[in-house]
């Protein structure tokens, strides 16, 4: 059986210019806003990932609100859906 990524599903069925991607951060994304075709990101996936490579727990929590979470990248900027409540 062949497994797709949320974001692997998303660029075969959208054109692959439509969007932008966070570098190092493709398994937090969940989803598509399907007006302004923006990509949807957890999280909880997000320092996950952080930990994951190697930073502690809170540290990857300030990196991801200072550094991931107030970034712009123009009106295609990722949407943050914040679903780290258990973390």
């Known amino acids: ?49 952080l930990v994951d490579d190697g930073m502690e727990l809170n540290d990857a929590i300030d990196y991801f609100e200072y550094n991931l979470k107030n970034m712009y990248l123009g009106e295609k900027t990722p949407i943050w859906c914040d679903d780290y409540f258990n973390i």
Do not use: H, Q, W
């Open 1 to 49: 059986m062949n497994y797709y990524t949320t974001l692997e599903f998303i660029l075969d069925t959208f054109p692959k210019g439509t969007f932008t991607i966070v570098e190092g951060f493709d398994s937090a994304v969940i989803g598509l806003e399907e007006y302004s075709l923006r990509l949807i990101y957890s999280s909880s996936k997000c320092i996950e990932i």
